[in-house]
């Protein structure tokens, strides 16, 4: 029996497994389905489709980068254990070379990168076999041009941070102290903006509103109330955006100042254009725990 590109897309999609994986299964089934199924279940490959539904919300943040641009990504895992573990790490780092490497837009798309004769997605399902866990590709960025990166208490924490400059200063000592810096002040403070004109008008309403309303509810008359607010909606941006806040080193200056005073000793103009912080599971249902429960399942 033969078969087509069809039947094997179509074998991947119910089973998950690689796509030269269902090949050679339905070579071997001579186009069966239902055989090229039961033959990825012997070799244990169907299985890996199986723990894809399974809660995912540890792993690593990790950043790197290189004279050329960097990346950010997640990967993650069902257990901080297997995040870990050195092949977890180094099959995130795989994944983050290829995504700079082959400038590719999303997770997608990064899962269709070659990489010696096999795609990441064939590799991370022999990951999730080997491992005994679901991992997964949650996100990642790509930045060109200047950057630098930082990993913060193995992967918990990832940032990239992307400078615009005239000149090559990626091996000037200076400012790669700057740059790191940087990077970990954002990593420990959490901007949501690069500076004041990024935030939007929305959210500004939204904040003016708020602190208007609690100086009525003070018993402040509303034209004081809204004088009020004009003075601390600084400290929202303050707070909230990378250039206004305070050098966690230094309090005296800003994160802009201090930019602008590593440029002027350099004698190049520098500047932040962009950054991403991932934080490892933000946001994802995290799973819930309880042995007890696990060990009376397990008895029953």
Same mark, same amino acid.
């Given at each position: 029996?033969?078969?087509?590109? $069809? ?6 999609? $119910?089973? @998950? ?13 001579? @186009?069966?389905?239902? *055989? ?15 723990? *894809? ?34 092949? =977890? ?63 913060? *208490? @193995? ?27 940087? *990077?970990? /002040? ?9 500076? /004041?004109?990024? #935030? ?17 509810? /003070?018993? $402040? ?12 909606? @600084? ?11 305070? =050098? ?6 800003? #994160? ?45």
């Amino acid at each position: 029996m033969s078969f087509s590109a $069809k039947d094997v897309m179509k074998l991947r999609e $119910k089973t @998950g497994c690689g796509m030269m994986d269902c090949k050679k299964a339905l070579t071997h089934s001579n @186009g069966d389905e239902s *055989a090229a199924i039961d033959y990825l279940r012997e070799q244990g490959l169907a299985a890996a489709s199986k723990k *894809a539904g399974r809660i995912a919300s540890e792993g690593i943040a990790f950043s790197i980068d290189t004279p050329k641009g960097g990346v950010i990504i997640e990967v993650n895992s069902e257990t901080d254990f297997v995040a870990k573990n050195e092949d =977890f790490q180094n099959f995130v780092k795989l994944c983050a070379t290829c995504a700079m490497e082959n400038q590719v837009k999303d997770v997608d798309s990064l899962l269709e990168v070659n990489k010696d004769g096999r795609s990441i997605k064939e590799l991370l399902n022999e990951k999730i076999l080997k491992i005994g866990e679901n991992i997964k590709i949650r996100r990642f960025d790509c930045f060109e041009g200047l950057c630098s990166s930082y990993v913060h *208490a @193995g992967g918990k924490i990832a940032v990239l941070v992307n400078f615009e400059c005239g000149s090559d200063v990626y091996n000037n000592e200076e400012f790669k102290s700057m740059a790191k810096d940087i *990077a970990m /002040q954002i990593a420990a403070s959490h901007p949501i903006y690069l500076n /004041q004109s990024e #935030v939007p008008q929305e959210v500004i309403d939204h904040e003016k509103k708020i602190l208007a309303d609690q100086a009525i509810s /003070q018993g $402040k008359p509303e034209a004081i109330a809204k004088r009020m607010v004009e003075g601390k909606i @600084g400290k929202y941006f303050k707070e909230n955006c990378l250039l206004n806040q305070e =050098f966690v080193k230094d309090s005296s200056m800003t #994160v802009s100042q201090y930019v602008d005073r590593v440029s002027k000793s350099i004698g190049v103009n520098i500047s932040v254009a962009r950054f991403a912080r991932y934080e490892r599971g933000e946001g994802l249902e995290k799973k819930n725990e309880n042995f007890a429960e696990e060990v009376s399942k397990a008895l029953n």
